[in-house]
């Protein structure tokens, strides 16, 4: 038997953009999902498509536990925390020997596979080393998390479904390619521009609340997450943006420590919950098995 844990995420900016080869910014949050895996001859078929897929993939028969702290279906990277923490401990359990990288690339083929063929490395990569992460096509680069970064996240609770809004943009650009590659091109400029300002919590917050602008334009938005958004805005966040996928899930704000409390406030007064949480630099990791 073997478990394994792995982190969930804050998609910082540039999400979908990022899907055309743009850049994205994430970070791993604390909350975990933890999954054992043991030898078994009698095969289950898992009943998520992300479980399935990862035994499909390494060719190997066993059985599955999941636990989880990390709401699924809510932009917070649960799937790519499951898909990490069962190949880690497939990995571990049936001694594969693939390195971190190799376990990494293995979790986003999977990523791919279930959200029809178009996904960014970025929910896996951050899930398996954690931290702070610029991602760019295949480049990837850890990033020095800014001093008193401090973030709320606003669960709207609505599930909203990853392939099913990635499938969205994709039918954007197919429909209307010169309006659509603007906004992806935007996304991709705004981004860099924070990349920039990740020290300025000012800036920041103009550059989030541009980024969730260009978001709704290319019809990821959901009226709960707008009212989030706002909400968290006017109680003073420097900036608040969705996060992830968009159509329902969570957003997240960036916020001093005196207007925090506030933030907090306004979410709840949404009928959304609100997640204080900080980074997670650890990655995937071993656990002791239960
Ligand atoms: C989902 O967390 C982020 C998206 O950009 C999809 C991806 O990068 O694979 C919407």
């Known amino acids: 038997m073997a478990t394994w844990s792995a982190p969930g995420k804050v998609f910082l900016f540039g999400e979908h953009a990022v ?96 959200q029809g063929g178009r996904a960014s490395a970025t929910d896996t990569y951050v899930s398996t080393f954690g931290g702070m ?17 401090s973030i709320v996240i606003g669960n709207s609770l609505i599930a909203h479904n990853t392939g099913e809004m990635v499938g969205r943009v994709a039918d954007l650009l197919q429909h209307s390619p010169i309006v659509a590659n603007g906004i992806i091109e935007a996304i991709g400029g705004v981004t860099m521009e924070a990349m920039h300002n990740l020290e300025n919590p000012k800036e920041l917050g103009v550059l989030m609340n541009r980024n969730h602008a260009l978001l709704d334009a290319i019809g990821v938005g959901h009226p709960a997450l707008s009212h989030l958004v706002l909400a968290a805005r006017a109680a003073g966040a420097y900036g608040a943006k969705l996060s992830g996928a968009g ?35 650890e990655g995937a990791r071993r656990e002791k098995d239960e």
């Not at 420590?257 to 919950?273: F, Q």
């Open 133 to 149: 992460v610029f991602i760019r096509g295949n480049e990837k680069r850890r990033l020095i998390p800014p001093q008193n970064f």
């Open 247 to 281: 159509g329902g899930g969570c957003i997240w704000a960036l916020c001093s420590k005196g207007t925090r409390n506030r933030v907090i406030s306004a979410i709840e007064d949404c009928e959304a919950r609100p997640i204080t949480t900080s980074i997670d630099t």
């Open 19 to 114: 899907v055309y080869g743009k850049p994205g910014i994430a970070m791993a949050i604390k909350p975990r999902v933890q999954v054992t895996v043991r030898h078994s001859r009698y095969f289950q078929k898992p009943n998520s498509p992300y479980i399935a897929e990862c035994f499909k993939l390494t060719d190997v028969k066993g059985s599955v536990y999941v636990k989880s702290q990390l709401p699924s279906a809510s932009g917070l990277g649960s799937s790519a925390a499951v898909t990490v923490a069962t190949l880690f401990a497939i990995n571990d359990e049936f001694e594969l020997g693939y390195s971190r990288e190799e376990v990494a690339n293995l979790a986003f083929d999977v990523e791919k596979l279930t």
